[in-house]
């Protein structure tokens, strides 16, 4: 691809022009910041945002992986605990419960019960379990499943406040590098939408440029978005008041993304 953009540069084509034929490798905010950075004449200035942003982008990442993972491995380690005990320990209980002779109560007999059926049935629930898992994770490949994935994730406890803070330090960070950049905030909103990957913000961003070509004013369109909180909405709208709209968003993004480390 490198050596197609150089002789096509080469030959007199543009650098943005250029690198829009490989929209897989080089997405819309590459092609946008480029353009500006050639028009401007601060090309250098342009690759030197885009790599920082880049940086931003993977490190806010790995900081949402790094805080998810903490609650996945202790819900792994109860549910492995509960396992143990119904499996190994119960039975041992029973042993000892049926020698002395004593009536059990109703939920310890339950409990018995699940014991046996874990452990008479384990080879089928191992295989239900492991086609169950298979069959869900195509099922959230589809553009059907990620969709309820997306709008499932921003419900669940712990997790759906780490997604949304997350979701928010990105579009924020996306929105401040292509405003500083010289992009137009409807061109910038339009851009930072092909760079989402999650329905519910999708929405969002599209439900915030079809409001903002009708006049309204970004602050009080994300007033009306339930996924960003008010001290966003009087941040954003302080900055458009002030006209310093990408340096606020610059401070949200940094605070989210503080947020989650």
């Not at 440029?209 to 008010?230: C, W």
Request: hydrophobic share 50%; proline share 4%; net charge neutral.
């Amino acid at each position: 691809i490198l050596t197609e953009v150089r002789e096509k540069v080469s030959e007199g084509a543009f650098l943005w022009e250029t690198l829009a034929n490989y929209p897989l490798v080089f997405p819309k905010l590459y092609v946008a910041l480029i353009k500006a950075g050639e028009a401007s004449g601060s090309l250098d200035q342009m690759l030197k945002r885009l790599a920082r942003y880049l940086e931003d982008s993977d490190r806010t990442r790995k900081m949402i992986s790094g805080a998810m993972m903490y609650p996945v491995i202790v819900i792994l380690i109860g549910l492995a605990v509960v396992t143990g005990m119904i499996v190994f320990v119960v039975p041992k209980f029973e042993e000892m419960l049926s020698g002395a002779g004593q009536e059990l109560p109703l939920p310890t007999k339950i409990l018995i019960e699940t014991s046996h059926f874990f452990a008479q049935n384990y080879i089928p629930i191992l295989a239900v379990t492991f086609v169950f898992v298979l069959g869900v994770g195509r099922y959230l490949k589809s553009d059907e499943g990620k969709a309820l994935k997306d709008r499932l994730v921003f419900k669940v406890p712990i997790f759906g406040e780490l997604a949304q803070k997350g979701a928010i330090a990105r579009f924020t960070r996306t929105m401040q590098t292509l405003l500083a950049s010289g992009i137009t905030l409807i061109d910038a909103v339009e851009i930072c939408k092909s760079t989402l990957d999650n329905v519910v913000l999708e929405e969002s961003v599209s439900k915030i440029r079809s409001e903002i070509e009708q006049g309204k004013t970004m602050g009080v369109v994300l007033n009306s978005i339930p996924l960003f909180p008010k001290m966003v909405v009087q941040m954003v709208m302080i900055g458009e008041s002030t006209g310093n709209l990408d340096r606020m968003l610059e401070k949200v993004a940094d605070l989210y993304e503080e947020a989650v480390s």
